[in-house]
């Protein structure tokens, strides 16, 4: 019965045909291509963090309350993940 080994592998620099071609060298074949779906880190606060004088904060927070800002939604990124395979020596 053939066993086999598996490797799971992610490009992240665009080098896709020349990942794939080094490790078709060394024996593996691609099996299946699955998107890794997960949360993007979280960007910076905006604006600076010098403090403000009290006149302009007020400002803001009447400004802020005119036209009400709705949070953005959660950004999530997706990776390509390569499932191959190859063959397992046979035991002896």
Do not use: C, I
């Not at 400004?63 to 063959?87: G, Y």
């Amino acid at each position: 019965m053939q066993r086999w080994e598996y490797k799971v592998v992610s490009f992240g620099d665009g080098r896709f045909t020349a990942g794939l071609n080094d490790y078709g060298r060394d024996g593996w074949e691609l099996v299946s291509v699955a998107s890794d779906v997960h949360a993007a880190p979280a960007a910076e606060e905006k604006g600076s963090r010098l403090p403000v004088p009290g006149a302009l904060g007020k400002l803001e927070d009447a400004a802020s309350r005119l036209s009400p800002q709705t949070p953005d939604p959660p950004a999530s990124l997706t990776t390509l993940l390569w499932v191959l395979r190859r063959p397992l020596e046979a035991d002896e």
